[in-house]
């Protein structure tokens, strides 16, 4: 999947435009809560058992203070509440819009 044309924060938002010309505003509770983080979601191992993270969960108040862009392929955010290990893939932020 290509990159966002447009990646930007706007107050509680993150605003994104896609190279089709779809447009998506992310509130940044959304965002947190739906963190793909090993602290947030858990980890999968071998055996398929889920190891830690406690699923998502409500952040309400927290906003994105910063975000990286992660190679060609996805985006990290820094969170108000000190959260940053997240790496959000570009289809699996498309995703949280729908």
């Known amino acids: 999947m290509r990159p966002p044309r447009d990646l930007q924060i706007i107050g509680d938002f993150v605003a994104i435009t ?3 010309g ?3 505003c992310l509130r940044s509770e959304l965002l947190r809560e739906h ?6 979601m858990g980890e999968v191992d071998i055996l398929g058992q889920r190891w830690g993270g406690d699923g998502p969960r409500r952040f309400p ?3 994105v203070t910063g975000m990286s862009r992660v190679g060609n392929y996805a985006v990290t955010f820094e969170f108000s509440d000190g959260h940053r290990t997240g790496i959000y893939s570009w289809e699996y932020l498309r995703s ?3």
Do not use: H, I
Not at 35 to 40: D, L, M, R, V
């Open 96 to 98: 949280l819009g729908s």
């Open 22 to 24: 779809t447009e998506q």
């Open 35 to 40: 963190s793909p983080s090993a602290e947030n």
């Open 18 to 20: 896609w190279d089709d």
């Open 61 to 63: 108040g927290v906003t």
